[in-house]
């Protein structure tokens, strides 16, 4: 994990927030090459699950909701962690922690007498909404996006008319005020989510949840991460929301150990139902065909962008021998790759190569992500491109100059085709478009 925290600084993919100012301590800035990695989720993501699906409507609600939301949702009262401090390690211990069931009366970390009593620490940030700082404009930070697709469950049903079973998808800002954030930007306290509400027949959820779950798998399998990285984990009784019949973790087995990436939960007909007696709104579907009045139960595949982000760049990382050298490359499926293309000439002091080199990256940029670099020696940029995981380089020489070609290099097998720069944007096309 060192390794990849140091690549991300070094080459541009995540900061520490305010670090000039010595930092805030788990929040964290994107660079110019994780923000391109963080969208390519978000778009593959919303690619898959709204643009390929014909019964998902994509929407996005506000952050800041009427307080109202978050005590028909249980938030309010019920959304706090309990925890204990041990007076001699100062560590942090969950109730639940499995290693304090085995300990009996003592630290199980450092062996010590000395905890405290349990206390709650609410999960929740508050915020006042207008000038006044008082209890009639306190709102919250949303601590979830599903919320904001529960309560426009009526208007989904006045404008799309849609039937049975349909869902909302959204991707967006959450806050929890976690007590113990870590691991890098694995858990923090600022963090976004991909979220669908998958409204069903209550006879057909199980079914359904079952399908969603493949469904999701299989999504990180199609964008690269190795198998077994990654597996399934359904929870215990003993662990489900208190809304939940069922849920289905889908795990990565990161450094620190396996950890939650995404899970897809059967939150039956809780939600509608609480917002209903709270609103004192309607909330039933009327289905047509029988003409019966019901709440639909709602699956909902719930996962996190940064933790996703941090999954694909710990599976892609690659330390390979290259003669005497270890090349350092992240090997990234080609829709998440920051970069498609980059553009290297090879002599920077000869200024007609330059210049064609500077007129092809621009002719490139038209249909792919391209960047032009000629600020080292032709090694160190292939070095530099290959730990951004850069799919190809397109290198011009002083052959070039004569015979109208390239050399364009394979991120992947280090290959090299020359090229005919009139065919070039056909060759990176194909290679962009076919590979797996």
């Known amino acids: 994990m060192q390794k990849i925290v140091s690549l991300c600084k070094r080459r541009g993919f995540i900061f520490q927030s305010s670090e000039i100012y010595g930092g805030l301590s788990n929040t964290w800035d994107y660079g110019p090459y994780g923000v391109e990695l963080k969208n390519n989720v978000k778009a593959a993501w919303w690619k898959a699950n709204v643009y390929e699906c014909d019964d998902i409507f994509g929407m996005d609600a506000s952050i800041l909701m009427h307080p109202k939301v978050w005590e028909a949702s249980g938030h309010v009262e019920s959304f706090f962690d309990i925890y204990l401090d041990c007076l001699n390690c100062k560590k ?22 000395g905890l405290t009593d349990p206390r709650k620490f609410n999960l929740m940030f508050k915020t006042y909404q207008g000038p006044i700082e008082d209890e009639a404009s306190l709102v919250y930070l949303r601590p979830e996006t599903a919320q904001g697709m529960f309560v426009n469950f009526l208007n989904i049903l006045d404008s799309k008319h849609p039937k049975l079973p349909f869902g909302l998808a959204q991707i967006g800002k959450a806050f929890r005020n976690e007590v113990t954030p870590g691991n890098f930007t694995f858990r923090t306290r600022e963090f976004e989510q991909m979220e669908i509400e998958y409204f069903v027949k209550p006879q057909e959820a199980d079914k359904k949840l079952e399908e969603w779950i493949e469904s999701r798998f299989s999504w990180y399998l199609n964008l690269g991460i190795k198998k077994e990285n990654l597996r399934k984990r359904p929870h215990t009784k003993d662990e489900l929301a208190h809304y939940a019949k069922a849920c289905t973790d889908i795990e990565y087995n990161f450094a620190f150990g396996w950890s939650e990436l995404e899970g897809i939960a059967n939150r039956t007909d809780f939600d509608l139902r609480e917002h209903a007696k709270f609103s004192s709104k309607d909330l039933k579907y009327f289905d047509e065909t029988t003409k019966e009045k019901f709440y639909p139960y709602i699956i909902e595949p719930s996962g996190g962008v940064d933790r996703s982000v941090l999954a694909f760049l710990v599976d892609a990382y690659h330390e390979e021998k290259v003669k005497d050298d270890i090349r350092v490359v992240l090997k990234l499926h080609k829709d998440l790759a920051p970069i498609k293309v980059a553009v290297l000439p090879l002599l920077k002091n000869r200024p007609e190569i330059v210049e064609l080199a500077k007129r092809i990256a621009q002719d490139l940029k038209k249909c792919f992500i391209t960047v032009y670099d000629d600020t080292a020696g032709i090694g160190k940029l292939y070095r530099r491109q290959d730990e951004v995981g850069t799919l190809y380089c397109v290198t011009v020489d002083v052959q070039s100059l004569e015979d109208k070609q390239v050399t364009v290099r ?16 056909e060759y990176l096309s194909k290679k962009l478009n076919t590979e797996g």
């Open 92 to 113: 942090r211990i969950k109730v639940n922690d499995p290693a304090l069931k085995k300990a009996t009366n003592t630290c199980p970390y450092c062996g010590k007498s």
């Open 410 to 425: 394979d991120r992947d097998t280090m290959q090299q085709d020359r090229i005919s720069i009139d065919k070039l944007r």
